[in-house]
C-alpha cells in the first residue's frame, strides 16, 4: 500500500461493508491502526480537521496552520508528515510554501469502514 493512499481493507469500491460486516484479519487490522494511530493525537486531529473543512478538492497553506497551534513549526510539519505517511492527506510545495488538502475519498471510506448497519425496521 502505498504510503499516499488510504486503502480502507476488507472493502471493494462497490461495497461499503462497515467495521461489523467480517472481523478484521491482522494485517487489516495494522493497516487500519496506523490511519487511527495519526488521528490520535488531539494536535494532528484539529490539524486534520483544518484541511478537510476546505472542502472537497480544498487546500491549505502551513502558513494558515502554524498560528492556530502552542507548539512550534517544526512540531508542525512533524504532525502533517505523520497525516501524509498514514494517507490522509497530501501536499505541495509552491516556493516557500507548503499546501494541504485530503485526498479524495479518504474520509468517506473511513466513514463507511466505521458505520453499522442498522436492523431492519430499525430508527434512529
Do not use: N
Request: glycine share 8%.
Amino acid at each position: 500500500m502505498s504510503k499516499q493512499e488510504l486503502e480502507v481493507v476488507g472493502q471493494d469500491a462497490a461495497c461499503c461493508a462497515g467495521l461489523s460486516a467480517a472481523p478484521l484479519d491482522e494485517d487489516q487490522a495494522a493497516d487500519l491502526a496506523k490511519v487511527f494511530k495519526a488521528l490520535g493525537d488531539p494536535v494532528r486531529l484539529r490539524l486534520m480537521s483544518m484541511i478537510a473543512s476546505r472542502g472537497p478538492g480544498g487546500e491549505i497553506c502551513v502558513c494558515d496552520l502554524t498560528p492556530a497551534f502552542d507548539v512550534s513549526q517544526p512540531t508542525i510539519s512533524h504532525h502533517l508528515k505523520l497525516l501524509r505517511q498514514a494517507g490522509l492527506i497530501d501536499c505541495e510545495r509552491r516556493g516557500t510554501w507548503v499546501y494541504y488538502w485530503v485526498l479524495p475519498g479518504v474520509l468517506d471510506k473511513l466513514a463507511a469502514f466505521l458505520a453499522t448497519a442498522q436492523p431492519t425496521g430499525a430508527t434512529a
